[in-house]
């Protein structure tokens, strides 16, 4: 999965052998909106994709190898509220991309990806931490909101991988 940051609430996401654009039209001044979604399979906004009960919700069970064809499956995306997609995609861990308040979670957070980006991802963070241990969690916001974070968080990570995103640049995540 390779995640690229461009600023505000607009992100590219590579998994699964595809790829998502979240609020293209988010994407700062200077970023041609014609490459940002040239080859996308998918382009939503927060809060368009059907919704989905992040609480009960489960990553689809692996395809089988007769059932797949030639054809990657077509990733799954889900609205987990009002500012909060997730997205499923065959081979890649659960991705939930937060720009506000987080959902309640289930079972699945403790092998996901976690992105917050927006204001108070300190306290968001240290929420999510209290509740649950994901894989990973990344950090898209300013440098400031970034190191207010880090200092929040770096006691809490219990095995949490934590990286902070900087805009324009993929992560192999």
Do not use: Y
């Amino acid at each position: 999965m390779k995640l690229t940051w461009f600023g505000s609430r607009c992100f590219r996401i590579h998994a699964g052998g595809q790829i998502v654009v979240i609020e293209a039209d988010a994407a700062p001044a200077g970023i041609d909106r014609t490459e940002l979604l040239g080859g996308a399979d998918h382009a939503v906004n927060f809060g368009d994709p059907p919704p989905a009960d992040a609480r009960t919700w489960r990553a689809r069970p692996a395809q089988r190898l007769l059932d797949a064809g030639t054809t990657a499956r077509p990733m799954g995306i889900w609205s987990a509220g009002p500012e909060a997609v997730l997205l499923d995609a065959d081979g890649e861990a659960p991705l939930l991309l937060a720009a506000g308040e987080l959902p309640a979670l289930g079972k699945w957070a403790g092998n996901a990806v976690i992105v917050l980006c927006g204001a108070d991802m300190a306290q968001r963070g240290q929420a999510l931490l209290e509740a649950h241990s994901p894989r990973l969690l990344a950090l898209a916001g300013s440098d400031e909101a970034i190191e207010t974070a880090f200092e929040a968080l770096r006691d809490q990570l219990d095995g949490t991988g934590l990286v902070a995103l900087e805009a324009g640049l993929a992560v192999e995540a």
